[in-house]
């Protein structure tokens, strides 16, 4: 089982759409997926509540239980768990951290998004745990989030060649409380979460993998 953390200390970056919309493609692909929904407003947990789909499994649950909700996560047969977290809750967001195989960072492709990510990659180099930004709701047209990406590589952060754009079917998907490879399985907003998917899971896999054989060396 993976653990995928969904981290941002500002507001607005989209993490809950990524985290539903992650968990929607590993069920698609034949993963089962579980969102562990760390903000007290429930977003997550509200978006589940609305379906008809039983699957991906959303619950709500507070930082301190994160243990004990992985471990029977894993019991259960979930092969991926992605953590959402709140903004403006360190603590929380410290916990998920973690308890985190690999970490995600959403970052819109703005000054005000770029210069608030410091907060975030401080609390994943505190729980020593790899993070990678990912650039969300990215206009259309322009070359804004080339600028963003170079400027999130100048703080020393890895950032995800999988980006995600600004488009309709993200919120037409949320609103119908489905993820968007269900609501357009042939659109462009479904390739680029089917990309960011696959892509995290390599990144995961190859994390832990690192992480076992430095373990061994020590053992």
Partial sequence: MY?????????GTGKTTLAINLAVASERAG???LVVDLDPQASAKA????RTEKTPIVISAQASRLPEV???AEDNGAALVILDTAPHSESSALAAARA???ILIPCRPGILDIRAITTSIDLAQLAKKPAVAVLNAIPPQGNLADEAGEALKSLGLQ???ARITQRAAFVHSLTSSSGVIEYDPDGKASDEIRQLHKWAILQ?????RKHAKKEEAVA
């Avoid at 978006?47 to 609305?50: E, L, Q, R």
């Avoid at 995961?204 to 832990?208: A, E, G, Y």
């Fill in 70 to 72: 992985l471990k029977t």
């Fill in 100 to 102: 985190a195989d690999f």
């Fill in 47 to 50: 978006w589940h509540d609305h």
């Fill in 3 to 11: 653990t995928l953390a969904i981290i941002s200390q500002k507001g």
């Fill in 31 to 33: 993963k089962p997926a």
């Fill in 204 to 208: 995961v896999n190859t994390s832990t």
């Fill in 159 to 161: 950032v995800s060649p």
